[in-house]
């Protein structure tokens, strides 16, 4: 598996509005929404600030309905915004900015959206005007120019992860040259210095330009930044961001890095993610208003707001530093080796039987665990990386996230913790992929993995289709585990062997009603998987959960519409027959003769679907490949049977 694609935190900046606009919204006819956006343009155009940020303000509230939302932006809203970002008035300056990062927050389309209205050049100019030589005023309680810097740097991260002309303006503009005076925490602060880190952290990445500016100007800041003397929170994340850009200003290579910088920043991963989630989160509930007898949930005021609203920075802080965590490590585990495999299967035309081929599939090659380097090894296995990534796939109890999605300043902390989740369990995906068996529990310890992803996938009845994915993949390389560990010492993979219909049929289900292909292909390969692990231990039982497994494969390849999931079902049976003495159930199957009628149906759709990513078509390749020498193979060797 490749590199798991970033989705950077986003500050804690919460909208009041939501629940008193989407009922105004209800009520409001067609020709008075109109009416208000009129007035908004109006108000966004006069000279008056007054008149400007109450345009702003208004703007904001509207951006909760999807559609006002989308009457805005065909009306041209956007683009007599975005200019504000220079306006005169730090108020109208701030009110822009977090507008703007708001509406970039709904997701990639809308970034692309935001492209499209040239807010990119407002953006580029208003670091220009504002930001070379701004220094905050400690004396004043405006903080609206700090905060304008914070949302603005942020929407420009966000911009950046969507969209390479995005990437294209900054490396043209001053901005990668202007953000390392942003990285004094004495002068500028904790939230300042934490959102330039987040932006480098995205935008150094596969970036040379941006690496040999940040290089030159900034190295010495961020190892500094990496030494941080605190361990609080906020600290936290800032070391774990110097961590990660350092890293990816090597390339991703953390192995090129000193020994010392390298340890050091695998230390304060572990530092990071050793921080109680759920305790955090236990304690936050504790302190967060309930709904009242007419339903409505009130926030404090005064003092007591005031400790709620620092609680709430600091549990966000620590998530965000977890999830930035689990990203870098998920990189370091990710092994990029799919070019390896493009040749062969590819390349060859030959007939000969793939008897030689198959059977030593995975062995004499280099396995994905040896590609780390020792002391980096060492160091992930010495500071028990893998459990901490693991604690992260855990939610806090349901009653707490009860609370925390019914309080509205809680509510970004309940999308947080579901997305942690979801990158811990691809981080966990890539670690099987690239640590030895013994560190992980041996195959006991792989096998309570699979179960308690499976527990995700089949029990909990989730819509969270980014859940799903993750989970599966987690099974699918968990038992790949155990597959590996199996061919070297098959009495280790008995874990199966009382393994009843029953058991499965769960499995069958959520495949048949599974609607997404990647959650689908991951299922399939996953059976697949546990099929060739009980041929290890053939008896009657195995036997008939074996042939049940490839009678359903073989039906769902029929019902298949996307050809790269359909190879991947061909692959699964591939790999599942390969074996010798799999040949009397692969007669009982008649699995040739369906085989033959598959192929003509897969080497059709594989003509019509060409448009494919890289991975997919070189799975469609190899399968479309294989197939038709292991059909010739296996019928050669079935035919001895009779």
Known sequence: MGKVRKRKPKPNRIDNNEAVTNSDEEELPVDSKENVIQTIIDQLQAANVEEKYCGLQTFAMLLDSKESLEQMINRGLVKMVAPLLLDA???????????LRNLSAVGHQMCDVLMEHDVMTSLVFYYHQYTETWVPDASSKNKDDSDTLVQCTNLLLNLCESSE???????????LDIFPRYLDISTFGVDIVTAIMQCLFVVVEDNPLAVEKIKNSSEKQLKELLLLEANDPSALLIKTLAGGVIINMCGGNISSLPLDVMNQIIAVLAKTLSLDHRLACNQLSSNVPLSNAAGKVLPPKGKEGQVLDNQLKSVIQ???AQQSAIEIIANICSCDDSDDSIEGPESSDSDEPLDEEICTNGEGILLAEDRLPPEL????????????VWARTQLPPENVMSILIEYEGSQPIYKKLHNLQTRALLC???????????????VNGVYKIWVDAGKLVFKQNSGNLTLLESATAVMRAALDKIKLKGNEKPTDCNLFSDLALSDIEIMLTGIRDCQEPEIRSNLIRMIGILALLLVNN??????????????FILEQAHKENDVWVLAEAIDTLVDLY??????????????VEKLSVLAPIFKNKARQQKKLPKEYKVLVTTANSNLPRFI???????????
């Not at 008035?89 to 507008?99: E, I």
């Not at 090894?377 to 901490?388: G, M, R, T, V, Y």
């Not at 053939?538 to 049940?548: A, G, P, Q, Y």
């Open 538 to 551: 053939l008896n009657e039982t195995t036997s008939t959960v074996i042939c049940t497994i490839t009678d």
């Open 578 to 591: 390969s074996e010798d003495e799999t040949d009397l159930l692969a007669a009982k199957v008649k699995l």
């Open 428 to 442: 966990i995906n890539n670690m099987l992929l690239s640590l030895p068996i013994e560190s992980l529990g041996g």
């Open 89 to 99: 008035a730090s108020s109208v300056r701030n009110a822009a900015a977090g507008s």
């Open 632 to 642: 010739k193979y296996k019928k050669a060797r079935l035919s001895k049977l009779c």
């Open 165 to 175: 002309l995005a990437v294209k303006y900054l490396g043209d503009s001053k901005i």
């Open 377 to 388: 090894l060492e160091a992930l296995i010495s500071l028990e990386i893998f459990d901490k």
């Open 318 to 320: 620590i998530l965000d």
